[in-house]
C-alpha cells in the first residue's frame, strides 16, 4: 500500500491501534485519488441512535456488546432535552440518544420509527467544500455549517439529509481535541467486563444498508452519485437475491477508497412480503436496516457474543453440508465444522472469501439488526450466501407473523 493511503487513517482508526494493513483487510480499502474527490469523505464518524431508553441501551452495549463509554451529555450537564451516552469498539463510535424532556422532538421520533439510526455522521476534511457540492447538486441542508467551540477546540458541523428521516452529518474535528462534541464530557463505564473476553468485539465499520421504497433505489443510487461522488460498487437484482417467496433488489455505493459503503435495497414484487417490506411498515418508512461490524476474529466474537445472550440467525446443517457449497469456497482459515457449530456463513469470489453471521433485530420491532464480517480478500458482500441468509430471515418473519 501507498504511504498516501497510509496516511489516510483516521485519528479515530489510529488511536484504536490500527494498521493500514489491517484496516484493508477489515474493510477492504481500495487505493483512489483524493484531490479528484468531488466530495472528500475521512472516514465515519458516528452513528447515532435514538433509542426509548438510552441510559439501558449504553449498559447493553457495554455488557453484550463490549464497547466501552467515552463521552456522556445530559441533564448534569445541562442538557434538559435528552441524554446521550458515546461509546466505542475499535475505529466505531455509536451514540445512543434518548428523551427525557416528555416533549423532546426525541420522543416523537421514537413513537414513529421506534429504536433506529437517526443520523449516519461522517468525518471530512473541508465542511464547505462539501456542503457545496451538495446544494450544486441539489441536497437538502438541514444544518448550516458552523463553528462549535468549547475549551477543547472548535468543531465545523453541517448536515444533509438523505433517504427517510436519516441524515448525514458532516464534521471536521481537525481543530478539536474534545472527547465527542462540545456539550459532552469523558465518561467511564461502570460496567466491568467478563474475565478472558476479548479486548474488543469487533473493530472497525464495513458498511451500512439503507431500505428504501419501491421504486427508489436507483434515486437514492443517484443521490450519492451525483451530490457525494460515491461510485457504483455491485448489483444484485433477479435470482440473485430472492427466494421462492420474497425478493428485494440492492445496489451498493461507496466513496472513492471503499471506506464508507453504502448498500441500498428496495422490495421487488413477490409471492409474500420480503425483509425490506417488513422493515418498512415497522420502521414507518426508509431507514438504516443493518450495520455490518468488522472483526478479525469472528469465532472469537460469536462465542463472547452468545455467552453475552445476542442471538444470530439460525442456519440449517444442510448448508454446510452442500458439496457444492465446500467445492466453491475451497480453504478457509478454520474448518466449516467450526463455522457450523457457530452457524457462520461463507463466501468466496475472485479476490477472496469472507465469513459473516447476522444477528436476530435488536430491539422490539423487527427492524435494524447487526451483521458481524471477517474479510480475506473478498471485497464482496457475501452473494452466494443470500439465499441461504433470507431463508433464514423469512423462518423468523413467518414465526413473527409477518411473512
Known amino acids: 500500500m501507498t504511504d498516501a493511503l497510509t496516511e489516510s487513517l483516521t485519528r479515530d482508526e489510529k488511536a484504536a491501534g490500527l494498521t493500514e494493513e489491517q484496516l484493508h483487510q477489515l474493510v477492504g480499502l481500495v487505493e483512489y485519488d483524493e484531490e479528484q474527490d468531488v466530495f472528500p469523505v475521512t472516514g465515519w464518524d458516528a452513528i447515532v441512535f435514538v433509542v426509548g431508553n438510552a441510559t439501558q441501551t449504553a449498559h447493553y452495549y457495554q455488557s453484550a456488546w463490549g464497547m466501552r463509554l467515552e463521552a456522556y451529555s445530559g441533564p448534569e450537564n445541562g442538557n434538559r432535552d435528552h441524554k446521550s451516552f458515546v461509546l466505542r469498539s475499535g475505529s466505531i463510535r455509536f451514540v445512543v440518544n434518548g428523551a427525557v424532556d416528555p416533549d423532546s422532538p426525541l420522543a416523537d421520533h421514537h413513537r414513529r420509527h421506534g429504536d433506529g439510526v437517526v443520523d449516519i455522521a461522517l468525518e471530512v476534511p473541508d465542511v464547505d467544500k462539501c456542503i457545496a457540492q451538495a446544494v450544486s447538486a441539489g441536497a437538502t441542508v438541514v444544518r448550516e455549517p458552523e463553528d462549535v467551540t468549547d475549551e477543547h477546540g472548535t468543531i465545523r458541523i453541517a448536515a444533509i439529509a438523505t433517504y427517510g428521516e436519516t441524515r448525514h452529518t458532516l464534521v471536521d474535528r481537525s481543530r478539536y481535541d474534545g472527547p465527542y462534541l462540545p456539550g459532552y464530557v469523558a465518561a467511564e463505564s461502570t460496567y466491568v467486563r467478563k474475565e478472558g473476553q476479548p479486548k474488543r468485539l469487533f473493530q472497525a465499520l464495513d458498511h451500512i444498508v439503507g431500505n428504501v421504497e419501491l421504486g427508489h433505489m436507483d434515486e437514492w443510487v443517484g443521490f450519492y452519485n451525483r451530490v457525494m461522488g460515491f461510485v457504483n460498487m455491485a448489483e444484485f437484482i433477479g435470482d440473485d437475491i430472492a427466494t421462492d417467496y420474497s425478493a428485494l433488489m440492492s445496489k451498493v455505493v461507496a466513496n472513492g477508497n471503499h471506506r464508507v459503503k453504502f448498500p441500498l435495497n428496495e422490495p421487488a414484487i413477490a409471492k409474500k412480503k420480503s425483509q425490506i417490506d417488513e422493515y418498512l411498515e415497522f420502521y414507518r418508512g426508509a431507514g438504516a436496516q443493518h ?113
Do not use: C, M, W
Open 291 to 403: 450495520l455490518a461490524v468488522a472483526t478479525n476474529d469472528i469465532l472469537a466474537s460469536v462465542d463472547a457474543l452468545r455467552d453475552n445472550g445476542v442471538e444470530f440467525l439460525d442456519t440449517p446443517d444442510s448448508y454446510y453440508e452442500d458439496p457444492e457449497l465446500r467445492a466453491r469456497i475451497g480453504q478457509v482459515r478454520v474448518p466449516i465444522e467450526e463455522l457450523q457449530k457457530r452457524k457462520i456463513l461463507v463466501d468466496r469470489d475472485e479476490d477472496g472469501y469472507l465469513l459473516q453471521i447476522f444477528t436476530k433485530p435488536l430491539g422490539d420491532r423487527p427492524t435494524v439488526f447487526f451483521e458481524l464480517i471477517e474479510r480475506h480478500g473478498s471485497l464482496g458482500f457475501g452473494k452466494g450466501n443470500f439465499k441461504a441468509l433470507f431463508e433464514a430471515i423469512e423462518r423468523e418473519q413467518e414465526r413473527r407473523g409477518n411473512l
